[in-house]
Structure formats: C-alpha cells, structure tokens
C-alpha cells in the first residue's frame, strides 16, 4: 500500500483536529493557521489527484483493517480528489477573501470561533467526499447542516437570525428524509457499504416486481437531498440566506455546501443503486422537468430583483436547475456536464458573492441597486473582478460558463431526437437571455458615471487581490481547457460504477 | 396489502409517526410546535430501525453463556444507528432552541407569521 493512499483520511482528521485547535487562538492567528493548513490540504488532495491519474484506479483505504461488509470505508479516485481540490481551493479564496468582513462583522473575541467552523465545515466536505458509507454520509451531512447553520447566524442582525431558522428547517426537513432514504435503503440490502449495497440491489432488481420499494426509498432520498441543496420548487430559502450573511458565508454555502449535496446524491445515484438501475426509474424525468422549472424561475426572479445579492442568490438556484438538468438528461454526457457545472458554478458564484460587498462599500454601504450606480468606477479592481465573473455567468465564450452551457446543449443531443432535446434546448436559451439581461445590466449600471464622483477610500489588501485572481484564473482554466476536465471527470465516473 | 401492514404494524406506525412530525415542522407556525414535530419525526424514523433490527425470540448481541452461533443474537448495527440518530437529533435540537432564544429576544414572539410581518419592515441594506 502506497503512502498516499493515507491522504484522504489525514485530510478529514486534519480538519477535525484544526476544527478543535482554533478554538484555542487568538483570531488573527487561527486565520493565518486556517490559511496553511488549507493550503497543505490543497497539497494532500493534489498528491492524491496526481497518484489515482497515474494509477488509473481507484483505491479503497479500509479503516481499522475491517473488512468488506463490517468496517468502515474511505475511497478515493479521480473524481473525488478533482472535487476536492477545487473545492479547497475556492474554501481558501472565499477565507482569504472576506477575511476583512470576517473582523468587521464579528466580535473580535470570536473570530477565532468562525474559523473553528469553517474548518468542521471542511472536514464534514471532505468526508462527504472520500466516504464509501452511506451512514457516514448521514453523519457528516448533519455536520455540515451545523456548521454552515453556525457561519450563517455569526452575523447577529434579526434577519441573519430568520433567515437562519428558515434554512435550517428546510434543512432538518431534507436530513429528516434522507434520513428515512437511508433507512429504507439499509433495510432492503442490509449493509451500510456502498458496493455491497449496489450488488443486492442489482440482485433484486432482476426480479421486476421489487424495483417499487427500491424506487420508493431511493425517492425520498432524493426529495431529501434536493430539498437540502435547493431544487425548484424548494428554493425560496436562497435569497434570504446568501444575501444577508456575511461575504465568506454567502460564497461558501452557495457555491461549495449545497453542491456538497448534490456530489453525494450522484455518488448514491452511482455507487448505492447502480447507473443501470437508476436510469430505469422514472425519477430521471422529474429530476430533468424540475430543473428547467428551476432554471426559468429562478433567472425571472432574479431579474425582478432590487437587491444586488437577492439577485445572485436567484441566480444560483437557475444555476442548481442546469445542474439538475444534466442529472435529468442522463447519459455519461449528462453526467459529466452537471458534474463540469458544479465546478464552473462554484467558482463563478463565490467570486461573485465576495465583490458584492466591497462595491457596496464604495457606495454607502448598499446593496440596492440604484445606489450602486458607478460603484465599479469608484473601485475598479472589484469592478473588474464582478465583471469577469458576470462574463462566465452569461456564457461569454473562453469563461467557464460558456464550456458548462456546451456540454448541456452536446448533452441534449446526445439523449436523443425527443421532445427532451427540444425543451433542454429552448430552456438553454431562453436562460441565456435571461442571464445576460440582468447581468448585463448590473455591468452597465456599475459602470455607468453618477454624480458621486469620488474613488473608494478603502484599500484592498494584496490577498484579497490574489484570491479574487485565483478565482479568475481557474475560471478561465475551466473555460479554455474544458476538454482536461471533461476527460478527468468521465474518468473518474468509470471508476465509480 | 392491507393484511402486510397488519403483518408489519410497527414499521407502518413509524411511517405515520414520520408523516406527523414532518407536517408539523413544515406547517406549523410556532417555533416550538416545530421543534417538537423535529423531535417526532427523528422518533418515528428510530422506531422504524428499532424494530426492523429486532428479532422475537433472540437475545442481545453480548456472549454470556459462551454461545457463539450468530443465529442466537440479533443484529446490533441497528441500534447503533439509532444511538447515533439520537446524538444528531440531541445536537440539531440544541442548535435549533438557542437559535428560538435569539429570535424570540429580539421579536418577543415565536409566531414565524408575526415575525416574518415584522422583519419586512426592517431595512438592512447590506
């Protein structure tokens, strides 16, 4: 057994560790701390990128030495390290990133105490990940309810608090079924162990009368996981949630939790029921109308809205239509355009969440638009950052958006020349437009001359900088390179049957 | 199918226990008429593992009497899911009250309606 295929489970306990330890520093150095070992994560999961690449397999890490239907299982391929990766590297950007809102919103005596949390959050991310075992899933999915319940009400305004309760009922609603999803799951197969599990099921699906209660459970499991990650029609908690929380919290949630979900649903999809199974079940048709719903409200709400982050938020729930969207579609081409869209999505939307606010700043501290006129020509860097990121949203080619809106449309046609093919692609367009109507008039209204005149005051620091051009630079690395990822993302669903 | 459910009353129970919480914590409109129906339906689903894991006539997985043949014991993996439900649902219940202190602080209400009525009015830009 080679060293490395230690990493994954050092990068859980790693999180968990600096969870504990950052209750015990100071603010100012439990960040610095945050910001290293993020950085040795991204180091760790890189190495495991780089070793499952050259091996060309997928390993599993048994833990205690059980073996298959007793103990406890991490696995690791392709697909899990290229997640992880990426969504360590946007967890950094959004810390380094909102750092200074971190300290201007809390308590300083706190701080230290969101980086605790921050950190649960990236062991509970990780684990959701590597994890082989659905129980381990529940637990860890729960975890990360908490602790992004907990980075959202840091900021103590009545609304953060309402917003908060709002989320986590949704929330409990989601766990509550998943829950049940799982029992039921455990209850027909017997073992908790994703492979055992998809050998019974394969087992008992042969015989054509038991696919029901099969179906059945693997339904609630999904209404759970779409309530959790906010598919139409259970999306209305979004804008409250993403736009009065803190910059970190917004960026985080939307753009790395609720895709947390989404990654296991697939895994269950995948690695519980078995590709084969699913795609006979009906759930594929409903997941695929309940999308493009998605997608079409969610871009006509956010063009009604007069908030700038009530409008980012809207846009996000468009966005986990698309990714819905290509689940519905089915097909290794399907699959790989939601799981390509996950990674564009997370990259595009926290860079978005993080400027909204320094462009408020530089126009008395609102996030109305009518008083953002100009705001990108007070504070251009920001202005500059928003914009690229609005560009991906559009889907202006060379962006990652452009790369993510191609698969789906190849996708669609690969399906098959049905009314599906005709409906993905009218959905396509029509949120094209709808998406470059309200960004587009965002960009002109930010950068647009008022009659306030003066530059912002506030200086950005050198890693607020850096971490918005990270950002940008794996954006357009999705966009220009999207064949690499493709290939590695289609890799890795084969390990994963 | 009726003669199934009568077969498998506990499990059917705890379906319905299920159903009830649910419906509370997403209709009800006080805070803790919800939190209760939380409580419920985490029970319901415990009930459902418990009996499932439960076989009549066979002892608790702890060899006193040197009997070592699986068939004697029942399953303990059940329980042990539920020990760890009731740990989730412990802490996500505590979360969830100190949140119904901080709201019910600053709207001296637990009516999610009044409250609701109340915050429009509220203008926090950022």
Not at chain 1, 251 to 263: D, E
Request: net charge positive; glycine share 10%; hydrophobic share 50%.
């Amino acid at each position: 057994m080679s060293f490395i295929q230690n990493f994954p489970l050092f990068t859980i306990v790693l999180s968990l560790f600096s969870g504990v330890l950052c209750t015990m520093l100071k603010g100012k150095t439990a960040r610095k701390y945050t910001v290293c070992y993020e950085c040795v994560l991204i180091a760790l999961v890189s190495c495991v990128l780089f070793y499952t690449i050259e091996t060309g397999q997928s390993f599993t890490y048994v833990m205690g030495e059980f073996p298959a239907p007793w103990g406890n299982e991490i696995r690791a391929g392709v697909l899990e390290a290229l997640f992880g990766l990426i969504f360590l590297i946007v967890m950094l950007c959004s810390v380094l990133g909102g750092a200074r809102f971190i300290d201007l919103d809390l308590d300083e005596s706190k701080v230290n105490l969101y980086y605790t949390l921050i950190n649960l959050m990236t062991a509970a991310m990780m684990a959701i990940l590597w994890t082989n075992d659905i129980f381990t899933g529940y637990v860890f999915l729960e975890i990360l309810t908490l602790t992004s319940c907990g980075v959202l009400i840091v900021r103590e305004l009545g609304r953060t608090t309402l917003a908060a309760i709002r989320y986590m009922i949704m929330n409990l609603l989601g766990s509550g079924l998943f829950l049940l999803g799982v029992v039921l799951l455990y209850d027909i197969t017997g073992n908790l162990l994703m492979l055992p599990m998809q050998k019974n099921i394969a087992e008992l699906c042969s015989t054509p009368g038991n696919m029901t209660s099969v179906a059945m459970a693997l339904g609630i499991l999904t209404i759970g996981l779409s309530i959790k990650s906010g598919l139409f029609p259970f999306h209305f908690w979004m804008p409250d949630t993403y736009s009065y929380a803190t910059p970190t919290s917004g960026a985080v949630l939307s753009s790395l939790v609720s895709k947390c979900y989404i990654f296991l649903l697939i895994k269950v999809y995948f690695r519980v029921i078995g590709i084969g199974v699913f795609e006979q079940m009906p759930l594929k048709a409903i997941l695929l109308v309940l999308g493009m719903g998605g997608i079409v409200l969610g871009s006509v709400s956010a063009l009604k809205a007069e908030h700038i982050n009530r409008m980012i938020a809207f846009s996000s729930a468009a966005q986990i239509g698309y990714i819905y969207m290509g689940i519905g579609l089915g097909g290794t081409a399907g699959y790989t355009a939601a799981l390509f869209h996950i990674l564009a999505h997370s990259v595009t939307k926290s860079l978005l969440f993080l400027t909204t606010p320094r462009l408020a700043e530089a126009s008395g501290d609102s996030l109305l638009f009518k008083n953002l006129q100009g705001s990108g020509l007070r504070d251009p860097s920001t202005g500059f950052f928003f914009g690229a990121a609005g560009f991906s949203m559009i889907g202006i080619p060379i962006f990652a958006g452009f790369s993510s809106k191609l698969l789906f449309a190849a996708a669609a046609v690969d399906s098959g020349r049905d009314w599906k093919l005709i409906l993905v692609m009218v959905v396509l367009a029509a949120s094209s437009v709808l998406n470059a109507l309200y960004f587009i008039r965002t960009l002109i209204r930010i950068f647009s001359e008022s009659a306030d005149k003066r530059r912002t005051t506030v200086k950005h620091g050198v890693l607020y900088k850096i971490s918005m051009s990270t950002l940008i630079a794996v954006n357009l690395a999705l966009g220009l390179f999207s064949w690499v990822f493709t290939d590695l993302i289609e890799k890795g669903l084969g390990m994963f049957g | 199918m009726i003669g199934n459910l009568l077969v498998n009353y506990e499990e059917a129970f705890a379906i319905i226990l299920f159903g009830i919480g649910f419906t509370m914590l997403l209709f009800q409109r006080n805070l803790f008429k919800k939190l209760i129906g939380l409580n419920i339906m985490d029970t319901g689903t415990f009930l459902f593992l418990a009996s499932m894991g439960f076989i009549r006539g066979r002892e608790a997985p702890i060899v006193t009497n040197g009997v070592t043949d699986a068939g004697f014991y029942i399953n303990p993996v059940p329980a042990g899911l539920v020990l760890t439900g009731i740990v989730v649902s412990v802490s996500v219940t505590a979360i969830m009250l100190s949140l119904t202190v901080r709201l019910y602080r600053r709207y001296h209400t637990l009516q999610l309606d009044e409250i609701y009525e109340m915050s429009r009015h509220q203008m926090e830009d950022r």
